[in-house]
């Protein structure tokens, strides 16, 4: 009998032995913010009735998530480094799909459905750009420009396959990813600089003419100063800058009109209050009525009539907001500052750069998403369109991101346990 319980026991430390090292602050953060996500999307739907089931949706999908970080985390993460071109074709071959076969909604083709679900390729897409840029970075830093322009092609594809969908949020956060994981990996500072310039002197060229020439200048002494052949580099990149502000026009001209919309609108909502700058004004009004403590929960008028479209996903903030006031706005921005800094020690403490860098293009592509979308709901930046990360609805996007976790988690239990050896 002695014996049993003493085998029961052992296999018992065995098993918690097998997350010894897992990061609980940054598993707990996560649950907590996928918790309050649930009691959120709830007020939003209360006077829809029984008929109302995204919110425990919501903590089902977490329940799921949940799950596989547990699984996650007790896999060798570098295993993944063998499979990443395996990841990366399956990643292209959805996104084709959704093209091929998807449904539209809101204006783009970005969903697949099976079944009763509607399942978003574009979402899962981010961890596998995130997987295939760091098998790439880990084998090759970005310390010259042959690594940083092949990284660039590796994450074109997927990014022109979302584009045409068009999803340009999800556009956006590709581009975060493969900004933030080519800086943790030495690239020049400068060459992230002049990478982004374009996107600069289009804005120039539009709104300041004078600025527009000041700036293809300073890229040039730029350019001259970090690459490698300076005279075609300089040459090269003030006449992309110069380039740029002509391209401006035709591209503008490509936009949806309600693309358009989102990106000029949030400057002056007042100038279509009952169209495409209607959800930032409601959204600023929900969020200023919260005051310091708000209006107290499934209390909020803006939230309980519904006065702002989409409040259960894309505007869950202007909910919590005007329900909670500051101080629960607040609690929410600490937590994803643990998150993020959680994020960080593990990058740093990793056993290698492979581990590294999946949790750099994590923090990437969650502090991008979370910046953008309270920015957008006070009217910071224009509406993309960008889920808030576990607290919006969204099956995909959820899954998503509990999976790019599940591998962080898996990068923090196992360092210093063993060395991957490709």
Known sequence: MFRRSFDKFSYGRAAIAAWQQLDLLLLLTVLGLTGLGGIMIRSTELNQGPDATEWWQHWIVGG?????????????????????????????????????????????????????????PSEFAKVGLIITLAALLHSRPASTLTSVFKVLIVALVPWVLVMLQPDLGTGLVFGAITLGMLFWANVNPGWIVLMLSPLVAALLYNLFLPGWFVWAILMGILAWCTLPMRFVGTLGAVSLNVAAGGLAGIVWGLLKPYQKDRLVLF????????????????????????????????????????????????????????????????????????????????????????????????????????MVNISMTVGLAPITGIPLPWLSYGRSALLTNFIAIGLVESVANHRHKFQFKG
């Open 64 to 120: 799921v998530g949940l799950a596989i970080v547990m699984w996650l985390s007790r896999s060798r993460y570098g295993l993944l480094r063998q499979w990443h071109w395996v990841t990366y074709a399956l990643t292209n071959i959805c996104l084709i799909a959704v093209i091929a076969i998807g449904v539209s909604a809101n204006g783009a083709q970005s969903w697949i459905n099976i079944g009763s679900f509607n399942v978003q």
């Open 267 to 370: 400057l002056q909502p007042e100038k279509d209050p009952l169209g495409g700058g209607y959800h930032l004004i409601q959204s600023r009004i929900a969020i200023g009525a919260g005051e310091l403590w708000g209006r107290g929960l499934n209390q909020g008028t803006q939230t309980q009539l519904n006065f702002i479209p989409e409040q259960h996903t894309d505007f869950i903030f202007s909910a919590i907001g005007e329900e909670l006031g500051l101080v629960g706005s607040m609690a929410v921005l600490v937590g994803f500052w643990l998150i993020c800094l959680r994020l960080v020690f593990i990058a740093m403490n990793a056993n290698e750069n492979f581990g590294s860098l999946l949790a750099i293009g994590t923090l990437s592509m969650i502090a991008f998403q979370a």
